[in-house]
């Protein structure tokens, strides 16, 4: 299990259950004010799949612009998120 618990208040994380025989690479973890974010890489062979699991507070800015630059070197990615916004 990779988890990136909430550091700063209760209530909030993003966690990943891996199989030990998938391999797997870390590639981002980060607990802010604004957001919980845990990304990973998972390679069999010659393809790769991104996995982001993220968490956004309604206060953030634009989550397109820290999306971005993670997804940009992949070909397949899968986004997991709760982006709570208020209208």
């Not at 973890?29 to 998972?42: D, V, Y």
């Not at 507070?57 to 709760?82: E, G, H, M, R």
């Amino acid at each position: 299990m990779i988890r990136c618990d909430r550091t700063h208040a209760s209530g909030v994380g993003a966690a990943f259950i891996i199989r030990t025989e998938i391999n797997f690479k870390l590639i981002k973890k980060e607990s802010t004010q604004k957001r919980e974010l845990l990304a990973i890489e998972l390679s069999e062979k010659c393809k790769k799949l991104l996995i982001i699991s993220e968490y956004t507070s309604p206060k953030s800015s634009s989550v397109y612009d820290f999306l971005q630059p993670l997804t940009k070197n992949y070909q397949n990615a899968v986004i997991l998120a709760d982006f709570i916004s208020y209208n």
